[in-house]
């Protein structure tokens, strides 16, 4: 039984379209709203309002910017010979949390991935070529996901890379630190045992 | 690390202040929100300050609603006899849902807690007496949650009705459909075995 208040079950509706929200957390998202001040709906309506018209792809890179350049591409002191291959702009935020990465990104924006209809030409690849044949880059580091299709399309992005004479890298397969061995899955505990490493 | 470009972080700021979502969720869905269609962005939007705008709380029940009252109160086919009491909206959404009760609700909006600095004058309360000397209300159903500060509203509320010369009841304690006893909480059982009922 929906609610019978439109536009609050509009507004509830909005919110379960939302990825990861259920109906209860809608519902709590809702209310949440209408609680708010006066000033603070109309700062939440605009902030999404403004957020989606200013917000585009990096010429250079694909990741998200509200300025021609992305702040990373614009920033003086990267290491501009290392392009970090990443699949989604939430993957340069992982990075970046960590702060031990100082080369520069490349955001896909998406896998290969014929069953849900994207092929190579669907993704933000054909600017990362004209990035290598320009810049002086030194060494592509492939961070897709390990998944079957992010692995697939790391293979055919280094197929492609490969002839330009550029080095080609993946992110190192293991154990996760701070894991239980116990819990590690096969596949896992092969591939730390293949890429082990000498004290 | 947060993210430098400022229109993202302050919507994903703006998501993080929502119950119940925490930093990645939020980041989530602001990446949803960019990924919107125009029209859907805008919907978003106008939803959330319609929402805001028109809503309101009915004048006898204190319900949610976008007119004077709400469909509850406005329905022809409920029993005017019964009141339960509610804490939130979200409960009368609950009952609804059960599709067993027919009668009509009060919601008080807030429980008192004196921790949280709320007492019965920032409650719903008195609209809940005016509506007891004026109509013709058989019983009062107290349907606060069932904590401390829940308890002691439906404690004081009875105390304040019982002089209007209306029963008030309470909500049965037990072990919930589909628990396992195994797992219910010692107060939980004890007032399951004081509430027994006959075969």
């Not at 209310?31 to 990096?58: G, M, P, Q, W």
């Not at 300025?67 to 290392?82: G, Q, S, Y």
Request: aromatic share 6%; net charge negative; hydrophobic share 40%.
């Amino acid at each position: 039984m929906g609610y019978k208040v439109a536009p609050l079950a509009r507004l509830i509706e909005q919110f379960e379209r939302f990825p990861g929200i259920g109906k209860k957390n809608a519902q709590r998202m809702a209310f949440y709203v209408l609680n708010l001040t006066d000033s603070d709906a109309d700062d939440l309506a605009k902030t999404i309002a403004e957020a989606h018209s200013k917000i585009h792809r990096c010429r250079v890179c694909g990741d998200l910017t509200d300025e021609e350049l992305c702040p990373i591409c614009k920033a003086p002191n990267r290491d501009t010979a290392t392009i970090c291959v990443v699949e989604d702009p939430a993957d340069v935020l992982a990075f970046e949390r960590s702060g031990e990465y100082r080369g520069l990104y490349h955001v896909l924006h998406g896998v290969i991935s014929p069953i849900n209809g994207v092929g190579p030409e669907n993704l933000n690849i054909k600017s990362l070529l004209s990035r290598l044949n320009n810049d002086d880059v030194k060494e592509v580091i492939m961070a897709t996901n390990p998944t079957v299709e992010g692995e697939a399309t790391a293979m055919y992005l280094s197929k492609l890379i490969k002839p330009l004479g550029v080095p080609v890298s993946r992110l190192a397969y293991g154990i996760p630190v701070g894991a239980d061995l116990e819990y590690a899955d096969e596949v896992t505990l092969k591939r730390a045992i293949d890429g082990r490493q000498q004290f």
